[in-house]
């Protein structure tokens, strides 16, 4: 362990100076030895698939055919075409006495990646930290661990010898999760992805700060006064168009001054597209007045369905005294991930933006928008839920800190 630290601290010595043309040459090599290598991954990924024991939706998660190899590569491709965050300038000012300072953008150093998900991952992750000019230590799931490994063997042949060790595969086991959270001043910032349990564990044992990617509980609530037919479209996008990942909706507010006029079509609309809903005494009364609880799933909310991350095709739903009855609801239950509000009342649009405390908030749109793509930010290493040092998606510039640059021509204080 120790000995993977030294090396990876080295070759981040190293990266920390590469100019971008230099390392985007290496990912463009990364690229291509991705695409040379698809029937190797998909032949050490079959094994993986094949000793998994979990769900058709996990299972699809981990398999790795020749396209997803080749998106694979070409988010690396992508993200070598993204501008270098490294050396950017973010402040430069003359002070009184003729100093000129200057705030910029440098790598963090060594980052730790602790992650359950997708073995795409691997590739993202060790090309958004190179690229940001950082070596990575890649510790992925059990689940994955032929994939991962084949695909940090094509990375590390494919990089320049001198950056060779800027990426590392540590072994998907507890203690590699331990010593990894452990390693003061060897590791400068750990980044953990995955379930619960997980996160916990890393919060718990860490010893080096923690960026956490911590569950996505997103609620929406419905004004008095929305448009009943744009909100059920937004509800079902939000919900339905992915239920398994982070920013889908899990629980749906409703004004109560109008959720006799808004709540049918959108419990139409999710039941029609086979959500199940889990109401409050409220809603379960209303959708009977609809006549959907005999042809639908409709049943009532246990206490433990408010803040739950489903991520399955239910949601809950529940009725709310107007804007306060959800701004107090999203304190109480939210996940600090998305939250969001439709209404066409812009002094609540206003209270709602300010008032909800989440890394990201959304007025008169889906959840599914809080992704780096879809923000502007090109490949992300994933969502932080966390305070310090970001919150969002984490895309390059996040993989960065920065330093204060002095320049003087002999003055003393």
């Known amino acids: 362990g120790r000995r993977m630290f030294e090396e990876a601290r080295k070759a981040a010595r190293r990266l920390a100076i590469a100019s971008r043309a230099v390392k985007d040459a290496a990912l463009h090599s990364v690229a291509d030895a991705l695409d040379a290598n698809v029937e190797r991954i998909a032949l050490e990924n079959a094994k993986d698939v094949a000793a998994a024991k979990t769900t058709d939706a996990l299972i699809d998660r981990l398999r790795l055919d020749g396209e997803r190899v080749g998106a694979m590569a070409a988010v690396v491709r992508a993200i070598a075409g993204e501008e270098d965050p490294v050396g950017a300038v973010i402040e430069d000012r003359a002070r009184p006495n003729g100093l000129r300072v200057r705030r910029v953008r440098v790598p963090l150093g060594v980052i730790g990646m602790i992650y359950e998900s997708r073995p795409n991952v691997t590739a993202e992750a060790a090309a958004l930290c190179f690229k940001a000019g950082n070596a990575v230590i890649l510790r992925g799931g059990s689940d994955a661990a032929r994939s991962n490994a084949i695909i940090g063997d094509v990375i590390r042949a494919a990089l320049p010898e001198a950056f060779r060790d800027a990426v590392i595969l540590a072994a998907s086991t507890r203690e590699s999760v331990l010593e990894m959270v452990r390693a003061e001043g060897a590791i400068d910032l750990i980044i953990p992805r995955g379930g619960e349990a997980l996160i916990r564990f890393v919060t718990d ?209």
């Open 205 to 413: 044992n860490a010893r080096v700060p923690v960026v956490q990617h911590y569950k996505g509980v997103c609620h929406m609530f419905v004004d008095a006064g929305a448009d009943a037919q744009d909100a059920a479209r937004i509800v079902v996008n939000a919900k339905l168009s992915r239920p398994g990942v982070c920013n889908a909706l899990e629980c749906l507010l409703v004004d109560r001054k109008d959720a006799a006029r808004l709540l049918g079509p959108i419990a139409r609309a999710l039941v029609e597209g086979g959500c199940e809903i889990r109401g409050c005494e409220e809603v379960l009364a209303l959708c009977e007045a609809f006549a959907l609880s005999e042809a639908f799933a409709v049943k009532a909310a246990g206490a433990d369905d408010w803040g739950r991350e489903f991520l399955d095709r239910i949601i809950a739903v529940r009725v709310v005294d107007g804007l306060d009855g959800a701004l107090a609801h999203i304190a109480r239950y939210g996940s600090g991930h998305t939250e969001a509000i439709l209404t066409r009342d812009a002094g609540h649009a206003a209270r709602f933006r300010a008032e909800v405390d989440a890394a990201c908030v959304v007025v008169n749109a889906s959840t599914r928008f809080h992704d780096g793509g879809e923000l502007g930010l090109g490949a992300e290493i994933g969502i932080a839920t966390s305070r310090l040092h970001w919150r969002g998606p984490m895309g390059l510039e996040s993989l960065t800190t920065m330093k204060w640059i002095v320049d003087g021509d002999g003055q003393t204080r």
